[in-house]
């Protein structure tokens, strides 16, 4: 993500080396080449040529401390502005009220219905809330189907009625039904075209008059830049939407998006979605996004995804395992499953300070793990718990069930044994392998 932003602004940074203080005169570069990066990236000159107004006068204003160099000083004053620039901290997004009523907006191919279905997930497994998706695109019934298909694969309700032409009064019937039902969020999924039209703002207007919601979103595909904040602009005139969804921050986005709506049209992005899959939405966080463009890792990020996925009860259950050199395929398995469901691996890799840019031309591919789940899912339930049991004519059946070569097979185990060893290791020394002051 914002990859050519990341080095430009880096590379930026690089002109200030081995000077010692800051001067108009040295400075001077560094705010072009800051300047050229974010119109490079998409941003609107007017909010770029603001941005490094601020960011010199405060560099210039700023007393010197020895500890610091003009350098490491810059990238501070950047990544504060940057966050500020979306937003300073991140946006509440509230979803109190009974129902509490969440309408969609935005144009078609923005990636609406996807993140329909990633919202009703989130809320259904992050917050514990038992929602209902409604489909009030009257145009295509493929988008109703789409949403059948989402809601199927998540387990929420889709409220959808195929002969209805009146999309407000899907949208009225949705919420008596959701009631009935006892669904405490509602998240209609509006019809899009693609290009702002009259006919559609009116249609997103009257279902906003009507059923008067709690949260309105507007969602964008980041990938388009500039045309981003415009439409932005228009949604925002006739919604007064509450917040901006950015979606597609996994395709080859500039950053243009994310930069300027926040400036352009005062009202926050909450949220951003990348992929397909059901459980990539994320929270945005401005400061966090700024730690990324500057490629100084997001640590912050990838613990909470961490503690969202952890489970108490089981570490301990697996500590106590690894403790007793007991831990076999099994946990295993669960271990990558854990790693899996935290997101795309090239994006949690690229989160470790360091490692972003160094991986970013490397193709890492989320199947890494796929012959290994293989040649696990190809032995017996005594075989994954027992690991001593698989001699020689087991490693050929179980080859032969994972499509593996033994040789494959005899790899993987080895390597498998070697990490257990060294597990053990771990636990032999004081404290069982602890860092004092850090808990597991
Ligand atoms: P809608 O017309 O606004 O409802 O948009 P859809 O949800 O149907 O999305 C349009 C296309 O973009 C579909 O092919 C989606 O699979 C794809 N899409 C949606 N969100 C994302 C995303 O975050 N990343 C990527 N790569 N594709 C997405």
């Given at each position: 993500?914002?990859?050519?932003?990341?080095?430009?602004?880096?590379?930026?940074?690089?002109?200030?080396?081995?000077?010692?203080?800051?001067?108009?005169l040295?400075?001077?570069?560094?705010?072009?080449?800051?300047?050229?990066?974010?119109?490079?990236?998409?941003?609107?000159f007017?909010?770029?040529?603001?941005?490094?107004?601020?960011?010199?006068?405060?560099?210039?204003?700023?007393?010197?401390?020895?500890?610091v160099s003009?350098?490491?000083?810059?990238?501070?004053?950047?990544?504060?502005?940057?966050?500020e620039l979306?937003?300073?901290?991140?946006a509440?997004?509230?979803?109190?009220?009974?129902?509490?009523?969440?309408?969609?907006?935005?144009?078609?191919?923005?990636?609406?219905?996807?993140?329909?279905?990633?919202?009703?997930?989130?809320?259904?497994?992050?917050?514990?809330?038992s929602?209902?998706?409604?489909?009030?695109?009257?145009?295509?019934?493929?988008?109703?189907?789409?949403?059948?298909?989402?809601?199927?694969?998540?387990?929420?309700?889709?409220?959808?009625?195929?002969?209805?032409?009146?999309?407000?009064?899907?949208?009225l019937?949705?919420?008596?039904e959701?009631?009935?039902?006892?669904?405490?969020?509602?998240?209609?999924d509006?019809?899009?075209?693609?290009?702002?039209?009259?006919?559609?703002?009116?249609?997103?207007?009257?279902?906003?008059?009507?059923?008067?919601?709690?949260?309105?979103?507007?969602?964008?595909?980041a990938?388009?830049?500039?045309?981003?904040?415009?439409?932005?602009?228009?949604f925002?005139?006739?919604?007064?939407f509450?917040?901006?969804?950015?979606?597609?921050l996994?395709?080859?986005?500039?950053?243009?998006?994310?930069?300027?709506?926040?400036y352009?049209?005062?009202?926050?992005?909450?949220?951003?979605s990348s992929?397909?899959?059901?459980?990539?939405?994320?929270?945005?966080?401005?400061d966090?996004?700024?730690?990324?463009?500057?490629?100084?890792?997001?640590i912050?990020s990838?613990?909470?995804?961490?503690?969202q996925q952890?489970?108490?009860?089981?570490?301990?259950?697996?500590?106590?395992?690894?403790?007793?050199?007991?831990?076999?395929?099994?946990?295993?398995?669960?271990?990558?499953?854990?790693?899996?469901?935290?997101?795309?691996?090239?994006?949690?890799?690229?989160?470790?300070?360091?490692?972003?840019?160094a991986?970013?031309?490397?193709?890492?591919?989320?199947?890494?793990?796929?012959?290994?789940?293989?040649?696990i899912?190809?032995?017996?339930?005594?075989?994954?718990?027992?690991?001593d049991?698989?001699?020689?004519?087991?490693?050929?059946?179980?080859?032969?069930?994972?499509?593996?070569?033994?040789?494959e097979?005899n790899?993987?185990?080895?390597?498998?044994?070697?990490?257990?060893?060294?597990?053990?290791?771990?636990?032999?020394?004081?404290?069982?392998?602890?860092?004092?002051?850090?808990?597991?």
């Amino acid at each position: 993500m914002f990859n050519s932003l990341s080095e430009k602004l880096e590379s930026a940074f690089k002109n200030l080396k081995g000077q010692a203080r800051i001067t108009e005169l040295n400075i001077a570069n560094t705010v072009k080449d800051i300047r050229r990066a974010l119109i490079d990236a998409d941003v609107n000159f007017k909010i770029a040529k603001e941005f490094t107004d601020k960011v010199k006068e405060k560099a210039l204003g700023e007393k010197v401390i020895n500890s610091v160099s003009p350098g490491q000083l810059m990238v501070k004053i950047v990544q504060d502005e940057l966050t500020e620039l979306m937003g300073g901290t991140a946006a509440d997004f509230s979803v109190t009220g009974n129902p509490a009523i969440i309408l969609i907006a935005g144009l078609q191919g923005s990636g609406k219905t996807t993140f329909t279905g990633k919202l009703a997930n989130y809320l259904k497994v992050q917050k514990g809330k038992s929602p209902m998706v409604v489909a009030a695109d009257i145009y295509r019934p493929a988008a109703i189907d789409q949403l059948t298909v989402l809601g199927e694969q998540i387990g929420v309700p889709v409220y959808a009625e195929r002969d209805n032409k009146d999309a407000v009064s899907i949208a009225l019937n949705a919420i008596k039904e959701a009631r009935a039902q006892n669904k405490n969020v509602v998240i209609i999924d509006t019809a899009g075209r693609l290009a702002i039209d009259e006919a559609m703002m009116t249609e997103v207007a009257n279902i906003k008059q009507a059923v008067n919601p709690t949260e309105i979103l507007f969602v964008v595909d980041a990938m388009t830049g500039q045309d981003a904040v415009n439409t932005a602009k228009a949604f925002n005139d006739r919604l007064d939407f509450t917040g901006v969804v950015l979606t597609k921050l996994d395709g080859d986005t500039r950053g243009g998006a994310a930069l300027s709506i926040k400036y352009t049209v005062q009202k926050p992005i909450k949220f951003m979605s990348s992929g397909e899959k059901m459980d990539t939405l994320d929270v945005f966080y401005p400061d966090r996004m700024a730690q990324r463009i500057l490629g100084m890792g997001d640590i912050a990020s990838l613990v909470e995804k961490a503690q969202q996925q952890f489970d108490e009860e089981k570490a301990k259950k697996l500590e106590k395992k690894i403790r007793k050199n007991q831990f076999d395929f099994q946990d295993f398995l669960e271990q990558l499953q854990q790693i899996k469901k935290m997101g795309n691996l090239k994006d949690l890799m690229g989160m470790i300070p360091g490692v972003g840019k160094a991986i970013k031309d490397i193709d890492i591919n989320d199947d890494a793990f796929k012959g290994i789940e293989a040649i696990i899912y190809s032995m017996t339930p005594e075989e994954r718990a027992n690991p001593d049991l698989i001699d020689q004519r087991r490693k050929a059946r179980i080859a032969k069930g994972s499509g593996k070569d033994i040789q494959e097979v005899n790899a993987f185990m080895k390597q498998f044994e070697q990490m257990k060893k060294m597990m053990g290791a771990m636990n032999k020394l004081p404290m069982g392998g602890r860092m004092p002051g850090f808990r597991r």
